[in-house]
């Protein structure tokens, strides 16, 4: 083998190396940038968890005022909705919120 080709392959191999080297460099730019959305829809999560907590305390709040039984209405909605995944379960293909 002469020194030629040599060389040739060694540039070859330079040449997949900086191929390797770039896409590297991208997947760690995506891996980063996905980190950076994760923790952003943590946040969102955690902030909307909050809100729900704050208006949920507002309607059974006002709710008590009314004499509406919050917990008969959550164990009826509960109640329906395991009726449904258990309809479509059951495979009549219809989707349960097109009622």
């Known amino acids: 083998m002469g020194l030629g080709s040599t ?10 190396a900086e191929d390797v080297y770039g896409r590297l460099n991208q ?3 995506q891996v980063h940038e996905m980190q950076q959305t994760v923790v952003e ?11 729900l907590a704050e208006q949920r305390a507002i309607v059974e709040a006002l ?3 009314e004499g509406i039984d ?3 209405i959550t164990a009826d909605v509960h109640v329906a ?4 995944v258990a309809s479509d379960e059951d495979g009549n293909g219809e989707d ?3 009622a």
């Open 7 to 16: 060389a040739k392959k060694l540039q070859q191999v330079a040449d997949m």
């Open 27 to 29: 997947l760690r730019e």
């Open 41 to 51: 829809t943590r946040d969102q999560v955690n902030d909307l968890n909050r809100e």
């Open 63 to 65: 709710a008590e005022k």
């Open 70 to 72: 919050v917990a008969a």
């Open 81 to 84: 909705d395991a009726e449904a």
């Open 96 to 98: 349960s919120t097109d």
